[in-house]
């Protein structure tokens, strides 16, 4: 069973972050972050702060990519998928394979804030893509992550 | 500006509403709670409790319903809306009009639950549906709530 114990964020895709940020801050008056790139997934992404859950407003910054090839797909922009928060995403990928679920690459990987994180395949879940990522303090016990809490220790 | 305070729950279509509640409970361990019918709407609906957000999970009940429509465009089900919590519908549709936002049916409309709530049309927001729904223990203003707040106290 994968330990999920809250909702951390809800991605949007969209065609344009600048207003996409603009959009959120005029019409819903939410605060909004400064924009994040993301070169490694060739995306650029902003958050919005709706009461203890975020928005993710994700564009793409090259062609080919994931969020590329759903922005292709829906060029207005879209729900794209639900972050849930775990206390340790290790545990929740072993979790997940244990219980038949399919891990996008295999394991988890580092996000731009640096806690692990993973996508389910959507085929196993109900068609929507579920990221579940390692919330905010919680110990990163992965490869990389050990390395990184090495570090500061 | 529509004053959004929190999300209230994400909604997801799904062509099989018992095998979805087995889903959650079984791989997440999640609370979920009994199927309610919502025939107004041609659909039946549960809840998933993921901390303080809910997942609500829809199934159509008749073709042709707009829930019908998107799952004959997505039949493994997907996401379908996330839905906005705020103190009073009827304020933030004054809101959302006076904001160039599109309400899709023109007014508030009670909910199963009794409470009011709306959804913003996808072209004004980011290609997203958004719904805003008056959250629980908050005074029902609007013309239906007014008596059904009456005939309560």
Same mark, same amino acid.
């Given at each position: 069973?994968?330990?999920?114990?809250?909702?951390?964020?809800?991605?949007?895709?969209?065609?344009?972050? *600048?207003?996409?940020?603009?959009?959120?801050?005029?019409? &819903? =008056?939410?605060?909004?972050?400064?924009?994040?790139?993301?070169? =490694?997934?060739?995306?650029? $992404?902003?958050?919005?702060?709706? =009461?203890?859950?975020?928005? *993710? $407003?994700?564009?793409?910054?090259?062609?080919?990519?994931?969020?590329?090839?759903?922005?292709?797909?829906?060029?207005?922009?879209?729900?794209?998928?639900?972050?849930?928060?775990?206390?340790?995403?290790?545990?929740?990928?072993?979790?997940? $394979?244990?219980?038949?679920?399919?891990?996008?690459?295999?394991?988890?990987?580092?996000?731009?804030?640096?806690?692990?994180?993973? &996508?389910?395949?959507?085929?196993?879940?109900? =068609?929507? $893509?579920?990221?579940? *990522?390692?919330?905010?303090?919680?110990?990163?016990?992965?490869?990389?992550?050990?390395?990184?809490?090495?570090?500061?220790?």
């Amino acid at each position: 069973m994968i330990d999920i114990d809250g909702v951390s964020h809800i991605g949007i895709v969209v065609p344009d972050l *600048e207003a996409a940020c603009v959009f959120f801050a005029d019409k &819903f =008056g939410c605060p909004v972050g400064e924009p994040i790139d993301v070169p =490694g997934q060739a995306l650029r $992404l902003a958050y919005v702060v709706v =009461g203890p859950v975020k928005i *993710e $407003l994700l564009t793409p910054t090259a062609p080919n990519s994931a969020i590329a090839r759903f922005l292709d797909r829906n060029p207005k922009g879209g729900l794209h998928h639900v972050a849930f928060s775990v206390v340790d995403a290790q545990v929740a990928a072993d979790a997940s $394979l244990g219980a038949g679920l399919q891990i996008i690459g295999g394991v988890p990987q580092p996000g731009h804030h640096g806690r692990p994180l993973f &996508f389910l395949h959507p085929k196993d879940t109900l =068609g929507a $893509l579920f990221e579940i *990522e390692q919330r905010e303090g919680a110990q990163d016990r992965s490869p990389t992550g050990q390395r990184r809490n090495d570090a500061k220790a």
